[in-house]
Each structure stands twice: as structure tokens, then as C-alpha cells.
């Protein structure tokens, strides 16, 4: 019996043990039994999957254009991949629409790979979703070529330095972009933690956090505290209209809280199945009503909480300007929504502790518009952690949040000034994270990354946490 989030998978480093994970967690099934992936799971993944267009090479070229990073292996050579790809390789398979890369999985899967899937929708599906191609004809120099990621993975040395962030931040398998009217549909923003290798838009808590900016903003709008009702039906209406909302945990408080729960009576008799990490995923996405009450005093302890932001936020209160029965309302309103059923709500379990050993700010250069496009950075550099935070991009975001909420009537009691609110609430929003990488970060180096489109990035030191 494992009483762990990470499954035994022999002697795999930890976060390679939770990106397996959550690959199971993410991959579906055709009624024939052919293995696939969602076009937004694929976005997220860095250097760790190879993407693999199976088209024809004026396809690439064409008005779909190419996922930036893919290899092109021809369907007639796909075959071939099973002497060429360790089985346990995560490998995803992608073309125009599904037929070519469903067949080629199903081939693939029948012999031995284990980590194969197609992306379903096809290149289709990712524009649909606001996610961006190339039609770079580079690309045919590389027929049946398979990249290598041995000089991209190799850790820097003690200290991360601006050549490091470059080359990081040119790397198209490194940064994922989409169009900014997407983003606020598809709810890409996660928490600056450098321990989740996706690409994000990175924000203190991530979501989360973002709705406890704005509802702590509100109450000083307000002059008075929200009542948990009043939380849980803003959060309610805020899925209604921006849809996904991202929370992570951590191995480490998860499995405190497994061994807290397995000491607690009142789970006597509903844990006997729930050993290992995905039943545990299970259990915790959909609990047995009878428990509802015990998981959410868990949920609350400081220890079981993986977020350093969230967890800060509710036993350092008063330094992050917030309250901590607010912090707590946030978070149990988030559970009860989730066990309701509510799909857009997200946990995600990060591996280890923390050590990031730099700060990225994303910037992007220009007026932000409605056509822009923004890059989702992977806070893994090479094999070093660093913290990524999009200080535009979120300011953007949180004034959306801040027209959202002024609109809430029924809660507010009348006309609120949206501009007001979102100027609180980017107070609040830089104390927070100065609170939390001051915790966190102290005195690691910070480095501004300036995009310029998609072609030219650049890259400053911006300072050091703390000083």
C-alpha cells in the first residue's frame, strides 16, 4: 500500500513520477481503445513531450502552418519511431485534423510505446483555441529528424544567468503563444511557482489568487467584509464568465494531509481503496459526501495547503492586507464547487520544494490589444527552477476582473467604480507578491524578458528580491 501522490514507478525522479501522472490523468480514449490528448494539455507541455507532425510537407507550410518545436516525421515513416523513441517517451502525435495521427498512435501503442497519444482536433483544434502556428520552412531541412534535448536539459550551474534566460526564452519548445481574446476565455493563469514545468501566465496563486486580490479589493471598495455566501456566489458567477480557475498543491502537504486523514476517524472505512496517486486524485476531485465536512477542515490546515502563496495569504493575513476568514472562504468555496461538479475548477500537484533560483518578469513590448498575442513561458530553465510572472498580462486581466465584479449589483449595492477598484486591487496585488517572493525568493536575481513579437526577445537584470 502506497500512501503517496507519486506512484512507484521504480527509481524515476520525482517530477518525472508526477509528469506521468498527470499524463494518465489527461489521456482519454477513443471507443476503440486509441490513446488521445486535449489541444490545451498539449500547449502546456515544454521540452518533455515530443510533438511529432505527421503530414505531408506542404501541409506544414500551409494555411494551418505547424505547432513551433514539432519534428516532422512523414505518416509513411512513423513507423519507425518504435526503434527510434524509448516506449517510454512521451510522444504526441499531431495532423490536420485526427485520421493520419489516430491511426499512427494506433499503431504506435500496439507496439509497446507507452507514453503515446494524438492530439484530438489536429492542428484545427489548437488554432481553434487561440494557440499559435508557424509556416516556417526550416522545418523541411529537418525531414525524419528527431531533436535531441540533452544541451537544452542540461542544468545551468549554481546560478541562473541572463544567457541562460535567453536561450530559454528563444526556445519555441520553451514558450507556447496565444491571442489575448483566448486567454480570457481559456483561463491560462497559474501561480508563479517554478515547479510546474507548463507553460503559464504566471500570477501569485494563480487564479486563485487573482479572485482573493479582488475580493479583498472589493471590501475595502465595500467598506465592509463579503460574507462566505457572497464568496461563493461571485466565485460561481466568475466561472460562469472566465471560465478555468487553477489551484496547485504540492506533494509534500498532500501526502501530510494523507497521513493526517488516515489518523482521523471520521475517514474510518473510506480510504481502503485510496492508495495510490491517481485514486487519490479520485477521492479528493469527488469525496463521499460523508466526509465533505472532515476533507474541508483539512483542505484549511496551513500544512496541507501546497501553495506558498495561498498558505502564506491565510497565517500571514494581516502583512498581505487580506483577512484570514476570507483566504479560508476562497479556498472552501473552491472545494465545495469542485465536488459539486463544476469542470472549470483545476488542482494541479507539483513535485518537491522549492528551489528556483531565479525571477522572470514576462513583459511584452508595445500597447497590449485585442489581437495580441502572449507568450506562456515554462518556468523550468534547463533542469533549474525559477519563479515566472507576467506583470502586464495579469494587470490586463485584473481589470476585466475589476469591470466583472463592479457589475455584481446585487452584491455591491449599487454603481462601483471599476477603475477605482482595479487600482486597489494592483496595490494589493504588488504587496501580495512582494510578500510572497520575499518569502520565497529573497535575494535571487530578477530578470526582465521583453518580447518582441514572436521573433525577437530580450533579456535584462532587473534586480535582485529584496534589495
Known amino acids: 500500500m502506497t500512501d503517496s501522490l507519486i506512484p512507484p514507478i521504480g527509481a524515476v525522479p520525482q517530477p518525472e513520477r508526477m509528469f506521468r501522472v498527470n499524463w494518465v490523468a489527461n489521456l482519454k480514449r477513443t471507443p476503440s481503445g486509441v490513446p ?12 518533455r513531450v515530443r510533438i511529432i507532425d505527421v503530414r505531408a510537407a506542404d501541409e506544414l507550410t500551409g494555411a494551418l ?33 485526427e485520421e493520419r495521427s489516430h491511426d499512427a498512435a494506433a499503431m504506435l501503442a500496439k507496439r509497446g510505446m507507452r507514453f503515446v497519444a494524438f492530439m484530438v482536433g489536429g492542428l484545427m483544434s ?73 507553460g503559464v501566465v504566471g500570477s501569485p496563486g494563480g487564479d486563485a489568487g487573482e479572485l482573493l486580490v479582488g475580493l479583498r479589493a472589493l471590501e475595502k471598495m465595500l467598506r465592509r467584509d463579503l460574507s462566505e455566501a457572497e464568496v461563493g456566489t461571485l466565485l460561481a458567477r466568475r466561472l460562469d464568465v472566465f471560465g478555468r480557475f487553477y489551484m496547485h498543491t504540492d506533494v509534500d502537504a498532500s501526502n501530510v494531509a494523507i497521513k493526517a486523514m488516515r489518523a482521523d476517524p471520521r475517514f474510518e472505512g473510506f480510504l481502503s481503496d485510496v492508495n495510490e496517486a491517481l485514486e487519490w486524485r479520485r477521492f479528493l476531485a469527488s469525496p463521499p459526501r460523508e466526509v465533505r465536512t472532515a476533507l474541508l477542515e483539512h483542505s484549511l490546515e496551513p500544512s496541507h495547503i501546497g501553495c506558498g502563496h495561498l498558505r502564506l495569504a491565510l497565517t500571514r493575513s494581516k502583512e498581505y492586507d487580506t483577512r484570514e476568514a476570507l483566504v479560508a472562504a476562497v479556498l472552501r468555496s473552491f472545494h465545495q464547487k469542485r465536488w459539486e461538479g463544476a469542470p472549470e475548477l483545476e488542482v494541479v500537484a507539483l513535485a518537491g520544494g522549492h528551489t528556483e533560483r531565479a525571477v522572470i518578469n514576462v513583459r511584452i513590448a508595445g500597447p497590449m490589444m485585442p489581437f495580441s498575442r502572449i507568450p506562456l513561458v515554462s518556468p523550468a ?33 449599487g454603481a462601483l467604480d471599476a477603475s477605482e477598484l482595479h487600482v486597489e486591487m494592483e496595490r494589493l496585488g504588488g504587496l501580495q507578491l512582494g510578500r510572497t517572493l520575499g518569502a520565497l525568493a529573497k535575494g535571487l536575481p530578477i530578470y526582465d524578458v521583453t518580447f518582441h513579437g514572436e521573433e525577437r526577445v530580450e533579456v535584462t537584470l532587473g534586480g535582485v528580491v529584496g534589495e
Open 126 to 198: 489548437w488554432r481553434d483555441l487561440g494557440y499559435s502556428t508557424t509556416r516556417d520552412p526550416s522545418i523541411l531541412d529537418r525531414e525524419d529528424q528527431l531533436r535531441s534535448n540533452d544541451a537544452v536539459l542540461e542544468p545551468p550551474s549554481e546560478d541562473v544567468t541572463a544567457a541562460h534566460v535567453q536561450k530559454h526564452v528563444g526556445d519555441r519548445l520553451s514558450v507556447r503563444w496565444i491571442k489575448l481574446p483566448a486567454l480570457l476565455v481559456r483561463g491560462l493563469v497559474s501561480c508563479v511557482d517554478g515547479r510546474d514545468d507548463s
Open 65 to 97: 502552418g505547424y505547432i513551433p518545436g514539432s519534428d516532422w516525421i512523414p505518416l509513411d515513416r512513423v513507423a519507425g519511431l518504435v526503434d527510434r523513441v524509448d516506449r517510454d517517451e512521451p510522444v504526441i502525435l499531431i495532423s490536420g485534423g
Open 36 to 47: 488521445f490528448v486535449t489541444a490545451d494539455f498539449t500547449a502546456k507541455q515544454g521540452r
Open 381 to 413: 530553465v534547463g533542469g533549474a527552477q525559477v519563479f515566472v510572472h507576467h506583470p502586464r498580462v495579469t494587470s490586463y486581466l485584473r481589470e476585466q476582473l475589476a469591470h466583472f465584479l463592479a457589475m455584481q449589483t446585487d452584491v455591491t449595492g
